[in-house]
């Protein structure tokens, strides 16, 4: 039964996310959402997301220790890949919020995508492949969350990849989707080629694929930290960590529902969940933790800094997640993968909350600006007050979700600093911890930022009549609220505290999600610092945007410190010179070799031919050379012999 | 003559004689018709080919080669030659997708004959008469005969290319026959010298290299991996193949990428490495770079490329280099990984160019320039292409991952500082691989549609769908199951490489 819920639980949304795929994409009616097609995709989507949630609930109640099961799925040489499922309490838990945030984004769905009031009268949302490919993202999250199997993993790992790349290319109305879709595909898959050969220095290795062989392998340290690191590139491609994080602000171009799914539950979570799931084979690489420290520091600060700037009420989100994800890599450097998975399951309720509401102000306003904005909590004092529990569960306000989880991530980091635990090094710990601190400050001033610029102050789009939204798309908002304020205290719940436990560590130990003491303090007083300084900002002028304070480096911040131009200048305009220099090498050197030996053998027997169209004396003469040279070399060689 | 002598016989006769019976029935269209049905018998006889005898039980030494089926009769005993046929694990998908792919492509003739070609059923014909070639090459247990089939192949093509090709076919079809017959020169000399240093052609008793000092195995892999080379084709031995199948009607593409390539690596594997084991040891690394080459090489002109069909076509030159990779390697992984990336990219790439041909069809350009916009006015075959491109890509999932993921890991195995870094080359191959592709597709599927694409209608016909959908749906199979493929691979490729222990 335990296997059958486990293969349930992709199985069903790739096999609802293949046949949705078959469904007609534009059939006649789609521009008025009337056709038949859109009703099945529909309630495809919505069962394949539902069953799924059903099966992860059932697997929360049925799972209390680690179950592993499976087949051997091919032998190659030696080398077993097995096609298995490795459930344990941190999968089903992530299994849970997966199945449920996609319930909620196939939900919202079917309202957003659908001709709204902004909308011109032709447009045809294409929903039967988006609401497939949903699903399709949805199964592969859940293949990477259930998977024994390093091979297998890899399969959810990429699949997932590919749907974002669709999904985010969906709007067709939006010229720069296609782009940032390829760029987030491309740039995931740069960080895959050290995910895949992570897999395989550890699959060859141990033989076997299977992460529970993989995990007993007894190890060379040298193998294990280069496998270590290279499993981090595509960590960092995926959960978007600096210096592979330029994809997520630019998938802000996809619907803002994939965006919710992106950013919540899938995608981004699959790195710090795949580093949770194989956290044994990291603590024995403290090198590898302490780059993941390094990068997670930097991610926490960039994310957080470029977030204070912009002027794109998604691409805060956007910042916001990268910053977030960069506590839970944070986390995992220190050696808490508990910490890092709490806080991975509150940002995938407050995330996905703040992303769904931020799709009803877009909804109702037509415009994603901030800056054309403003005033909007009268109108729509439902969103309103989902966004403000969003936004202090992301600043960390107690008692919100956000403010239990970054507080377990601050303890673990602040005991590895100061007492010297953990498996990683004493000064990662300050980095992280330092990092994280300036961060809650900063994420406190741009969660203000945020709220004063899109709901207070005077409308600034005077022409518009927003209202909140249908119920389609209200219920899935109201009920991600939920979590997204209560969660965090189930960490006072001892058997949720116990199924965040990575199942390696059998130390026995309760663990302990929540830190009660007076070093609460201290990450408090830094977020009413920097919500204290928007708001005073705010109230000087409420017209005017707080990151004015940001004088000369707001461009800079606006522009994330131009890691974008620097990627391109050092990697995509090489390549592309490449390229074009390997091609003409190709075509004039190694063809041109080719053709030009047909041509000079074309030439030469055209040479070999006028020679023999000679005129009547010189062939003679020709002839009479040739005998008398025959004659002297059999004359000689008679000689000789 | 038992069942399975019957099936080889078979399996080669039919088509034969489908070809003479296209030619010779009155009426195009009732011509083509009977060789496609002819091709679909080709399937039928291939499929129970499977049903032999698998073992592999038993210690001590025993042939390399252990045929499930055989047909060994004297053929010019004056000259020692044998009628040696034979199928086992390596062999059989390879006649298996030889017989589907020229079934769908006299199918998808029997539906539209290129303009401004002959007659169809001469085209159905001559396709018959290259699987007859393709699929001797992959039976053949005797070495003469194995070169005898091998050369079949070549003058029919060269009559596809030129008879139904594009503006420029006469000289790619020129070029094509002559550089392969340059290839095939070496093949005979090595052929040559691997029967005159051993005494017998015969590849079971061949296979294995017993017999053969290491200096002759030396020479004979030289010339034999040089001959395959070409064929496969291996950087940078590969210019013939852009011309050749740009210019190709759309079924000579695919019958050219999906199969005919399969030639050189099937060789390499059974008769190179097979009768030169020395040889093969000692030119690895040198194929292995060569290989890697490939990779690097054909993604980075994909790169840079600007026509659609002679981009797919110098996919194959990285995909197949992935394939080289694998045998250079000479592991058992490697093999597999070679082996079933055979079949994956005869499937994936058979399934672009037929894409390919119906864009190229449609629109009458193959340009990137002039595409785009594809999804905006036929979504269908808009999507297609995305899913070809991405499977091609190697997705995990689907029937290319595990040829390149494993020919990658295998190099891994193999260890030692010249293939880690050979791992580490091939594996940024495969994110260029990613890149060129999603070029690719953001030029032809996204966009404002251009004047080309603007005015199509979105259907498609029901030859194409027909056509298509087996590609489709094996792509996805063997993404998920490839033990479809190597299954009975495993045995066949421990023995071949048990020399090496």
Same mark, same amino acid.
């Given at each position: 039964?335990?296997?059958?819920?486990?293969?349930?639980?992709?199985?069903?949304?790739?096999?609802?996310?293949?046949?949705?795929?078959?469904?007609?994409?534009?059939?006649?009616?789609?521009?008025?959402?009337?056709?038949?097609?859109?009703?099945?995709?529909?309630?495809?989507?919505?069962?394949?997301?539902?069953?799924?949630?059903?099966?992860?609930?059932?697997?929360?109640?049925?799972?209390?220790?680690?179950?592993?099961?499976?087949?051997?799925?091919?032998?190659?040489?030696?080398?077993?890949?097995?096609?298995?499922?490795?459930?344990?309490?941190?999968?089903?838990?992530?299994?849970?919020?997966?199945?449920?945030?996609?319930?909620?984004?196939?939900?919202?769905?079917?309202?957003?995508?659908?001709?709204?009031?902004?909308?011109?009268?032709?447009?045809?949302?294409?929903?039967?492949?988006?609401?497939?490919?949903?699903?399709?993202?949805?199964?592969?999250?859940?293949?990477?969350?259930?998977?024994?199997?390093?091979?297998?993993?890899?399969?959810?790992?990429?699949?997932?990849?590919?749907?974002?790349?669709?999904?985010?290319?969906?709007?067709?109305?939006?010229?720069?989707?296609?782009?940032?879709?390829?760029?987030?595909?491309?740039?995931?898959?740069?960080?895959?080629?050290?995910?895949?050969?992570?897999?395989?220095?550890?699959?060859?290795?141990?033989?076997?694929?299977?992460?529970?062989?993989?995990?007993?392998?007894?190890?060379?340290?040298?193998?294990?930290?280069?496998?270590?690191?290279?499993?981090?590139?595509?960590?960092?491609?995926?959960?978007?960590?600096?210096?592979?994080?330029?994809?997520?602000?630019?998938?802000?171009?996809?619907?803002?529902?994939?965006?919710?799914?992106?950013?919540?539950?899938?995608?981004?979570?699959?790195?710090?969940?795949?580093?949770?799931?194989?956290?044994?084979?990291?603590?024995?690489?403290?090198?590898?933790?302490?780059?993941?420290?390094?990068?997670?520091?930097?991610?926490?600060?960039?994310?957080?800094?470029?977030?204070?700037?912009?002027?794109?009420?998604?691409?805060?989100?956007?910042?916001?997640?990268?910053?977030?994800?960069?506590?839970?890599?944070?986390?995992?450097?220190?050696?808490?993968?508990?910490?890092?998975?709490?806080?991975?399951?509150?940002?995938?309720?407050?995330?996905?909350?703040?992303?769904?509401?931020?799709?009803?102000?877009?909804?109702?306003?037509?415009?994603?600006?901030?800056?054309?904005?403003?005033?909007?909590?009268?109108?729509?004092?439902?969103?309103?007050?989902?966004?403000?529990?969003?936004?202090?569960?992301?600043?960390?306000?107690?008692?919100?979700?956000?403010?239990?989880?970054?507080?377990?991530?601050?303890?673990?980091?602040?005991?590895?600093?100061?007492?010297?635990?953990?498996?990683?090094?004493?000064?990662?710990?300050?980095?992280?911890?330092?990092?994280?601190?300036?961060?809650?400050?900063?994420?406190?001033?741009?969660?203000?930022?945020?709220?004063?610029?899109?709901?207070?102050?005077?409308?600034?789009?005077?022409?518009?009549?927003?209202?909140?939204?249908?119920?389609?798309?209200?219920?899935?908002?109201?009920?991600?609220?939920?979590?997204?304020?209560?969660?965090?205290?189930?960490?006072?719940?001892?058997?949720?505290?116990?199924?965040?436990?990575?199942?390696?560590?059998?130390?026995?130990?309760?663990?302990?999600?929540?830190?009660?003491?007076?070093?609460?303090?201290?990450?408090?007083?830094?977020?009413?610092?920097?919500?204290?300084?928007?708001?005073?900002?705010?109230?000087?002028?409420?017209?005017?945007?707080?990151?004015?304070?940001?004088?000369?480096?707001?461009?800079?911040?606006?522009?994330?410190?131009?890691?974008?131009?620097?990627?391109?200048?050092?990697?995509?305009?090489?390549?592309?010179?490449?390229a074009?220099?390997v091609r003409t090498g190709d075509e004039l050197g190694v063809d041109g070799l080719v053709e030009g030996s047909g041509r000079a053998a074309v030439?030469?027997?055209?040479?070999?031919?006028?020679?023999?169209?000679?005129?009547?004396?010189?062939?003679?003469?020709?002839?009479?050379?040739?005998?008398?040279?025959?004659?002297?070399?059999?004359?000689?060689?008679?000689?000789?012999? | 003559?038992?069942?399975?002598?019957?099936?080889?016989?078979?399996?080669?006769?039919?088509p034969?004689?489908?070809a003479?019976?296209?030619?010779?029935?009155?009426?195009?269209?009732?011509?083509?018709?009977?060789g496609?049905?002819?091709a679909?018998?080709?399937?039928?006889?291939?499929?129970?080919?499977?049903?032999?005898?698998?073992?592999?039980?038993?210690?001590?030494?025993?042939?390399?080669?252990?045929?499930?089926?055989?047909?060994?009769?004297?053929?010019?005993?004056?000259?020692?030659?044998?009628?040696?046929?034979?199928?086992?694990?390596?062999?059989?998908?390879l006649v298996?997708l030889t017989a589907l792919l020229t079934l769908l492509c006299c199918g998808y003739t029997?539906?539209r004959v290129p303009e401004g070609g002959g007659s169809g059923r001469a085209l159905v014909a001559l396709l018959l008469v290259v699987e007859v070639g393709i699929l001797g090459t992959f039976?053949?247990?005797?070495?003469?005969?194995f070169f005898l089939f091998f050369e079949v192949v070549l003058l029919p093509m060269y009559a596809i290319i030129a008879g139904w090709g594009g503006d420029d076919r006469r000289r790619a079809a020129r070029k094509f026959v002559l550089y392969t017959l340059f290839g095939s020169v070496l093949l005979l000399?090595g052929?040559?010298?691997?029967?005159?240093?051993?005494?017998?052609?015969?590849?079971?008793?061949?296979?294995?290299?017993?017999?053969?000092?290491?200096?002759?195995?030396?020479?004979?892999?030289?010339l034999l991996a040089l001959a395959f080379a070409v064929k496969s084709p291996l950087w940078p031995l590969h210019s013939w193949l852009p011309d050749a199948h740009t210019q190709a009607p759309t079924v000579g593409s695919v019958i050219l990428a999906g199969v005919l390539l399969k030639m050189g690596t099937y060789g390499l594997i059974?008769v190179a490495?097979?009768?030169?084991?020395?040889?093969?040891?000692?030119?690895?690394?040198?194929l292995?770079?060569l290989a890697?080459a490939a990779i690097l090489v054909g993604s980075l002109v994909c790169l840079a490329q600007d026509e659609l069909k002679r981009l797919i076509a110098y996919s194959s030159v990285g995909h197949m280099g992935f394939v080289l990779?694998?045998v @250079?390697?000479?592991?058992?992984?490697?093999?597999?990984?070679a082996?079933?990336g055979n079949i994956a990219h005869g499937v994936i790439t058979g399934l672009l160019f037929f894409l390919a041909g119906a864009v190229k069809d449609r629109t009458h350009t193959g340009s990137l320039a002039e595409l785009?916009?594809?999804?905006?006015?036929?979504?269908?075959? @808009?999507?297609?292409l995305?899913?070809a491109a991405?499977a091609s890509l190697?997705?995990?999932?689907?029937?290319g991952?595990?040829g390149?993921?494993?020919?990658?890991?295998?190099?891994?195995?193999?260890?030692?500082?010249?293939?880690?870094?050979?791992?580490?080359?091939?594996?940024?191959g495969?994110?260029?691989t990613?890149?060129y592709f999603?070029?690719l597709?953001?030029?032809v599927?996204?966009?404002?549609?251009?004047?080309?694409?603007?005015?199509?209608?979105?259907?498609?016909?029901?030859?194409e769908?027909?056509a298509w959908?087996?590609l489709?749906?094996?792509?996805?199979?063997?993404?998920? @199951?490839?033990?479809?493929?190597?299954?009975?691979?495993?045995?066949?490729?421990?023995?071949?490489?048990?020399?090496?222990?």
């Amino acid at each position: 039964m335990t296997g059958l819920l486990a293969a349930a639980l992709p199985g069903v949304p790739l096999l609802v996310g293949l046949v949705g795929l078959l469904l007609p994409p534009s059939p006649r009616g789609a521009a008025t959402g009337e056709d038949r097609a859109r009703r099945v995709a529909i309630t495809l989507g919505v069962a394949g997301a539902a069953v799924a949630l059903l099966a992860a609930v059932a697997l929360l109640v049925r799972v209390d220790r680690p179950i592993e099961g499976g087949t051997t799925w091919v032998e190659l040489g030696g080398l077993t890949v097995t096609l298995g499922y490795r459930l344990d309490g941190v999968a089903v838990l992530v299994a849970t919020a997966v199945a449920a945030v996609a319930l909620a984004v196939q939900v919202y769905s079917i309202g957003y995508l659908k001709r709204g009031p902004h909308d011109d009268v032709e447009v045809d949302h294409r929903y039967p492949p988006y609401a497939a490919q949903i699903s399709l993202f949805t199964a592969a999250m859940l293949t990477v969350v259930v998977s024994g199997d390093l091979i297998l993993l890899l399969v959810g790992w990429e699949v997932m990849g590919l749907c974002s790349y669709l999904l985010i290319a969906h709007d067709r109305r939006l010229p720069e989707a296609p782009a940032a879709a390829v760029k987030a595909f491309l740039v995931t898959r740069v960080g895959d080629v050290g995910f895949l050969l992570g897999i395989a220095l550890l699959g060859v290795a141990a033989g076997s694929f299977r992460i529970a062989d993989v995990l007993a392998h007894h190890y060379s340290t040298g193998t294990l930290t280069a496998a270590c690191l290279l499993l981090l590139a595509g960590v960092a491609g995926k959960s978007a960590q600096f210096p592979l994080h330029t994809w997520l602000p630019d998938a802000m171009a996809g619907p803002t529902p994939i965006s919710a799914l992106i950013h919540a539950a899938t995608m981004v979570a699959a790195g710090v969940y795949a580093v949770a799931r194989l956290f044994p084979l990291f603590a024995q690489a403290p090198a590898a933790l302490a780059v993941l420290g390094v990068l997670a520091a930097i991610t926490v600060l960039l994310g957080a800094f470029a977030a204070t700037a912009q002027d794109d009420i998604k691409r805060v989100l956007a910042w916001s997640t990268v910053s977030q994800i960069g506590y839970m890599t944070g986390a995992l450097a220190v050696g808490a993968p508990a910490a890092a998975l709490f806080h991975l399951l509150t940002h995938a309720a407050f995330k996905a909350l703040l992303f769904l509401a931020a799709g009803a102000v877009i909804h109702a306003v037509g415009t994603t600006l901030m800056s054309r904005m403003g005033g909007l909590r009268t109108a729509m004092p439902v969103t309103f007050w989902c966004t403000v529990i969003g936004l202090g569960a992301l600043a960390g306000v107690p008692p919100l979700s956000g403010f239990w989880s970054k507080d377990g991530v601050l303890a673990a980091a602040e005991a590895a600093a100061l007492e010297g635990s953990g498996p990683s090094y004493a000064w990662v710990g300050w980095l992280v911890w330092l990092a994280g601190l300036l961060g809650v400050a900063v994420t406190a001033w741009y969660a203000t930022r945020l709220l004063l610029r899109a709901f207070l102050g005077a409308a600034r789009l005077p022409l518009a009549h927003p209202h909140d939204p249908p119920a389609v798309l209200r219920w899935p908002v109201l009920l991600l609220a939920v979590p997204a304020a209560l969660l965090g205290l189930a960490a006072f719940a001892p058997w949720f505290a116990d199924r965040l436990r990575v199942p390696a560590d059998r130390s026995g130990e309760a663990v302990e999600l929540v830190h009660l003491g007076p070093n609460l303090l201290l990450p408090l007083v830094l977020l009413l610092a920097g919500a204290g300084v928007a708001w005073v900002g705010w109230r000087r002028d409420p017209a005017a945007d707080p990151a004015r304070v940001l004088g000369p480096l707001r461009p800079v911040f606006a522009r994330a410190f131009r890691l974008d131009d620097v990627q391109h200048a050092l990697v995509v305009r090489p390549t592309t010179a490449l390229a074009r220099a390997v091609r003409t090498g190709d075509e004039l050197g190694v063809d041109g070799l080719v053709e030009g030996s047909g041509r000079a053998a074309v030439e030469l027997g055209g040479g070999l031919a006028a020679l023999h169209r000679a005129a009547l004396p010189r062939a003679a003469a020709g002839v009479l050379a040739g005998a008398l040279l025959i004659g002297l070399t059999v004359a000689l060689i008679g000689v000789a012999s | 003559m038992t069942f399975g002598e019957f099936l080889l016989v078979a399996v080669l006769a039919v088509p034969a004689l489908g070809a003479v019976a296209a030619v010779a029935t009155p009426g195009d269209r009732a011509g083509r018709l009977v060789g496609t049905v002819a091709a679909g018998l080709t399937l039928l006889a291939t499929l129970p080919l499977v049903s032999g005898d698998h073992g592999w039980f038993g210690y001590g030494p025993s042939p390399a080669v252990q045929p499930w089926h055989q047909l060994d009769l004297p053929w010019a005993p004056g000259l020692d030659l044998r009628f040696h046929l034979g199928v086992d694990g390596i062999s059989w998908p390879l006649v298996v997708l030889t017989a589907l792919l020229t079934l769908l492509c006299c199918g998808y003739t029997l539906w539209r004959v290129p303009e401004g070609g002959g007659s169809g059923r001469a085209l159905v014909a001559l396709l018959l008469v290259v699987e007859v070639g393709i699929l001797g090459t992959f039976l053949a247990l005797d070495l003469v005969l194995f070169f005898l089939f091998f050369e079949v192949v070549l003058l029919p093509m060269y009559a596809i290319i030129a008879g139904w090709g594009g503006d420029d076919r006469r000289r790619a079809a020129r070029k094509f026959v002559l550089y392969t017959l340059f290839g095939s020169v070496l093949l005979l000399v090595g052929v040559y010298v691997v029967v005159a240093a051993a005494g017998t052609a015969d590849l079971v008793t061949l296979t294995g290299g017993s017999g053969l000092p290491r200096g002759t195995q030396l020479a004979a892999f030289t010339l034999l991996a040089l001959a395959f080379a070409v064929k496969s084709p291996l950087w940078p031995l590969h210019s013939w193949l852009p011309d050749a199948h740009t210019q190709a009607p759309t079924v000579g593409s695919v019958i050219l990428a999906g199969v005919l390539l399969k030639m050189g690596t099937y060789g390499l594997i059974r008769v190179a490495v097979g009768v030169a084991p020395e040889g093969a040891r000692w030119a690895a690394p040198v194929l292995g770079v060569l290989a890697v080459a490939a990779i690097l090489v054909g993604s980075l002109v994909c790169l840079a490329q600007d026509e659609l069909k002679r981009l797919i076509a110098y996919s194959s030159v990285g995909h197949m280099g992935f394939v080289l990779l694998g045998v @250079a390697t000479l592991t058992a992984t490697g093999l597999q990984a070679a082996l079933i990336g055979n079949i994956a990219h005869g499937v994936i790439t058979g399934l672009l160019f037929f894409l390919a041909g119906a864009v190229k069809d449609r629109t009458h350009t193959g340009s990137l320039a002039e595409l785009s916009g594809l999804r905006e006015t036929t979504p269908r075959l @808009a999507g297609l292409l995305g899913f070809a491109a991405v499977a091609s890509l190697g997705l995990p999932g689907l029937a290319g991952f595990w040829g390149e993921a494993f020919a990658v890991i295998a190099a891994i195995r193999r260890g030692g500082g010249l293939w880690t870094t050979l791992a580490v080359l091939a594996a940024l191959g495969g994110a260029l691989t990613a890149a060129y592709f999603l070029r690719l597709l953001r030029r032809v599927s996204h966009g404002r549609p251009s004047p080309a694409v603007g005015r199509l209608a979105p259907g498609l016909a029901g030859a194409e769908l027909t056509a298509w959908a087996p590609l489709v749906l094996l792509a996805l199979a063997v993404g998920l @199951a490839p033990a479809l493929v190597l299954s009975y691979a495993a045995g066949p490729v421990n023995a071949l490489l048990a020399v090496f222990d």
